[in-house]
């Protein structure tokens, strides 16, 4: 694996190729962006509640704080790019990306390619000026892919039907989180056996059921936090978390630090920091 950041931290570039199976293991939300690029291969990646199959030429691209985990598809091999970035970077730029995989033409997968290949080589290489350049690929490079996404009329389709099942659990969720959940109660709203359930939502998404409903609420919670004056004990009743001991430990588990440190952070974070915190 090879990694490599600009001298202030604003962009990182992950390369890899992977001879044998991988999914991501751990639950994923980071505080800028993400954009993700197929060399070879074939990828699910599992983004809020939907499953996109993911092929060369594709390129994700992830918000901030987004929910998302890359899953195997059934190929053992893939070659794959991970660039994160600062939220700055797109400060004042018009640019305006949201979630979702973008399938370039096939005229232009070429020169997208390209352009990340070049992004690759000046990351890794030390000549003069290698950070000024990362971001001047970058930025064509995003202008390059939301453009394409502007262009493209409707979402990539789901894998497989079982997906779309999931991502009707995954919806719901996600519309009751501040309900209680339970395993047994949603499996039986959507015909099938708790097992069942528990086994096809961790095969599609990547997520343990209960995992996935944890991450909603923190994700909720973080903006609650982020936008609001609310008390804890209220963050916690609103998020569906329950007892202020029990969002304490969770947060403080999800994001490394407590729910009033994050909201102090926010706070005193100015604008254009605190996007890229967030």
Wanted: charged content about 25%; aromatic content about 10%.
């Amino acid at each position: 694996m090879n990694i490599f950041h600009n001298s202030a931290g604003t962009i990182q570039v992950d390369h890899v190729e992977r001879t044998g199976f991988y999914s991501m293991i751990n639950e994923h939300m980071h505080q800028g962006y993400e954009l993700y690029y197929l060399f070879s291969g074939e990828r699910d990646y599992f983004i809020r509640d939907r499953t996109y199959r993911v092929k060369r030429g594709s390129f994700v691209f992830i918000e901030k704080e987004e929910l998302h985990r890359t899953i195997d598809a059934g190929a053992p091999k893939h070659e794959r790019v991970v660039i994160n970035f600062a939220a700055p970077l797109l400060e004042g730029s018009g640019l305006n990306g949201r979630s979702g995989v973008v399938t370039l033409a096939p005229q232009d997968q070429y020169k997208g390619e390209a352009l990340v290949r070049e992004l690759i080589a000046e990351a890794k290489g030390d000549a003069p000026g290698r950070d000024m350049m990362l971001e001047s690929l970058l930025k064509q490079l995003l202008v390059h892919v939301f453009r394409a996404q502007t262009e493209q009329l409707e979402p990539e389709a789901q894998p497989s039907a079982l997906h779309r099942t999931m991502s009707e659990v995954a919806e719901y969720v996600g519309s009751h989180y501040r309900e209680e959940l339970h395993l047994k109660d949603v499996a039986e709203r959507f015909f099938v056996s708790p097992y069942y359930l528990s086994r096809k939502f961790k095969l599609c998404t990547g997520f343990g059921f209960a995992e996935y409903v944890q991450l909603v609420r923190i994700r909720e919670a973080q903006r609650l936090l982020r936008e609001t004056n609310l008390k804890m004990i209220e963050v916690a009743e609103r998020t569906g978390i329950g007892t202020i001991a029990n969002f304490h430990k969770l947060f403080r588990k999800m994001n490394g630090c407590s729910p009033l440190q994050y909201r102090k952070l926010q706070r005193t974070l100015p604008a254009s920091a605190k996007e890229s915190s967030t």
